[in-house]
């Protein structure tokens, strides 16, 4: 979350950003397969997520975000699969935890060239080893796309945990709250009896829940929305995970509700150093918690750049219709709808671009050439869009002739 903007906090996270992240998506594609069609939910996905920094998805209904947030977490169920990509999550505790319980999975990398390195892994592998401590472990990385059930399982939880945005759809009618988070805390930190029940209380408290002790004991229809929204996060909390994805998970709150989970994550952040993606389709609520942003339509990633870069330089043309249907940012109206229609469903490979049909800018390539990530200018060296427009610094010829010419490089087909 982006409260501390003073000089200190942008020198750490830049400090941050030398390091390798502790997730990287690399051209990620996740498809569902129904009868009619092949729906190509995630269609190249790339972004990466730094210690302790909040990196935020939007984009409006229907272009990607959970079906994203659910293939990181190995949550992909059919008809829908990961065909095409990697999901790396480094975090040193979590690669040595699944190579101790998967040592047969486990690749020991380290010392070898990049040659060797793509030699010596095969489909079965998923923990990558770089570095070792004596004989655990120091450094690596887990491949979520090519991890077990079993694998994803132990992944889940206490390496990266989820926020949905329906409370109800993480909670258990049938058992108390306290039940709950201390069975979290049983699988997770193998706490019991009178230890997991303080524990339990300790973070309830820790998520401003009033009167913590005397709530655990009620049922999840007792809480109120905000509550309950609360209690969820307690239960992440309970497995002390590293990564947090949230997928909107304030959309059916109201907005001072809203205001006091987002601060409550902000705080939860800063004290247990977590790193967090970001999941909504209300560019407000971006503003108040990313630090860095991507803007995703039709399955794609077409512009991303710190937060602060894309409210006061947006450069793709949906980019720019977002930021102009924040209510407020137009007077008069309550909530404007600036962009015309609706997000297509990406069921064909994209040979043009998506996002052309709504477009104000759109000219005669954008229906035959499919932009790819480019940076927006020669002086930039954090922000990218995927639009004909840019480079902006070149004629609009080079530009085109940019983008087909990587595009048709890196052409993909999906096969059943
Ligand atoms: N189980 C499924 N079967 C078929 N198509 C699906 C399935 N789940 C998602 N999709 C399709 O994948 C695309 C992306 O959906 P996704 O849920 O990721 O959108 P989103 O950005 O999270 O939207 P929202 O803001 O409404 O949550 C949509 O076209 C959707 O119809
Ligand atoms: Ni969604």
Same mark, same amino acid.
């Given at each position: 979350?982006?409260?501390?903007?003073?000089?200190?906090?942008?020198?750490?996270?830049?400090?941050?950003?030398?390091?390798?992240?502790?997730?990287?998506?690399?051209?990620?594609?996740?498809?569902?397969?129904?009868?009619?069609?092949? &729906?190509?939910?995630?269609?190249?996905?790339?972004?990466?997520?730094?210690?302790?920094?909040?990196?935020? &998805?939007?984009?409006? +209904?229907? +272009?990607?975000?959970?079906?994203?947030?659910?293939?990181?977490?190995?949550?992909?169920?059919?008809?829908?699969?990961?065909?095409?990509?990697?999901?790396?999550?480094?975090?040193?505790?979590?690669?040595? !935890?699944?190579?101790? +319980?998967?040592?047969?999975?486990?690749?020991?990398?380290?010392?070898?060239?990049?040659?060797? #390195?793509?030699?010596?892994?095969?489909?079965?592998?998923?923990?990558?080893?770089?570095?070792?401590?004596?004989?655990?472990?120091? /450094?690596?990385?887990?491949?979520?796309?090519?991890?077990?059930?079993?694998?994803? #399982?132990?992944?889940?939880?206490?390496?990266?945990?989820?926020?949905?945005?329906?409370?109800?759809?993480?909670?258990?009618?049938?058992?108390?709250?306290?039940?709950?988070?201390?069975?979290?805390? #049983?699988?997770?930190?193998?706490?019991?009896?009178?230890?997991?029940?303080?524990?339990?209380?300790?973070?309830?408290?820790?998520?401003?829940?009033?009167?913590?002790?005397?709530?655990?004991?009620?049922?999840?229809?007792?809480?109120?929305?905000?509550?309950?929204?609360?209690?969820?996060?307690?239960? /992440?909390?309970?497995?002390?995970?590293?990564?947090? &994805?949230?997928?909107? $998970?304030?959309?059916?709150?109201?907005?001072? &509700?809203?205001?006091?989970?987002?601060?409550?994550?902000?705080?939860?952040?800063?004290?247990?150093?977590?790193?967090?993606?970001?999941?909504?389709?209300?560019?407000?609520?971006? /503003?108040?918690?990313?630090?860095?942003?991507?803007?995703?339509?039709?399955?794609?990633?077409?512009?991303?750049?710190?937060?602060?870069?894309?409210? /006061?330089?947006?450069?793709?043309?949906?980019?720019?219709?977002?930021?102009?249907?924040?209510?407020?940012?137009?007077?008069?109206?309550?909530?404007? !709808?600036?962009?015309?229609?609706?997000? $297509?469903?990406?069921?064909?490979?994209? @040979?043009?671009?998506?996002?052309?049909?709504?477009?104000?800018?759109?000219?005669?390539?954008?229906?035959?050439?499919?932009?790819?990530?480019?940076?927006?200018?020669?002086?930039?060296?954090?922000?990218?869009?995927?639009?004909?427009?840019?480079?902006?610094?070149?004629?609009?010829?080079?530009?085109?002739?940019?983008? !087909?010419?990587?595009?048709?490089?890196?052409?993909? @087909?999906?096969?059943?």
């Amino acid at each position: 979350m982006s409260t501390d903007t003073d000089a200190t906090g942008d020198a750490l996270r830049f400090d941050r950003r030398d390091e390798e992240p502790i997730l990287s998506v690399d051209g990620l594609r996740t498809a569902f397969f129904t009868d009619k069609e092949t &729906i190509r939910a995630v269609d190249g996905v790339s972004f990466d997520v730094h210690d302790g920094e909040t990196v935020g &998805i939007v984009g409006e +209904s229907g +272009s990607g975000k959970s079906v994203t947030a659910r293939s990181i977490m190995g949550l992909t169920r059919s008809p829908g699969r990961v065909l095409d990509g990697s999901i790396r999550f480094r975090d040193p505790a979590t690669v040595a !935890r699944l190579a101790n +319980s998967f040592g047969g999975s486990t690749v020991d990398v380290s010392g070898l060239s990049d040659d060797e #390195r793509a030699d010596a892994t095969d489909e079965n592998d998923f923990v990558f080893v770089e570095e070792w401590d004596g004989d655990e472990p120091a /450094a690596g990385y887990v491949e979520v796309t090519r991890a077990s059930p079993a694998a994803l #399982r132990k992944l889940r939880g206490k390496g990266i945990a989820m926020i949905f945005q329906d409370p109800l759809s993480s909670l258990n009618p049938v058992y108390t709250v306290g039940n709950q988070i201390k069975e979290a805390l #049983r699988l997770h930190q193998g706490l019991r009896g009178q230890a997991a029940t303080e524990e339990a209380v300790n973070l309830l408290e820790a998520v401003s829940i009033p009167d913590a002790k005397r709530r655990i004991g009620e049922y999840p229809h007792q809480f109120s929305g905000g509550m309950r929204q609360r209690a969820v996060i307690a239960m /992440a909390l309970a497995c002390e995970p590293e990564l947090l &994805i949230c997928d909107e $998970p304030t959309t059916a709150l109201d907005v001072t &509700i809203q205001a006091q989970i987002l601060e409550l994550l902000a705080d939860i952040q800063e004290e247990r150093g977590l790193s967090i993606v970001f999941i909504t389709h209300d560019m407000g609520v971006m /503003a108040e918690v990313a630090d860095r942003l991507n803007v995703m339509y039709a399955g794609e990633v077409v512009e991303t750049a710190p937060v602060g870069e894309v409210f /006061a330089n947006p450069k793709h043309p949906y980019t720019e219709g977002l930021l102009e249907s924040i209510p407020g940012r137009n007077v008069g109206e309550e909530r404007l !709808r600036t962009i015309e229609g609706d997000v $297509p469903t990406p069921n064909e490979p994209p @040979t043009y671009c998506r996002f052309a049909p709504r477009c104000p800018e759109a000219f005669a390539e954008c229906d035959a050439v499919h932009p790819v990530s480019v940076s927006v200018n020669d002086a930039a060296t954090d922000h990218t869009a995927a639009c004909l427009l840019y480079p902006e610094d070149v004629s609009r010829e080079e530009a085109v002739e940019t983008h !087909r010419d990587r595009g048709e490089a890196s052409e993909v @087909t999906v096969d059943e």
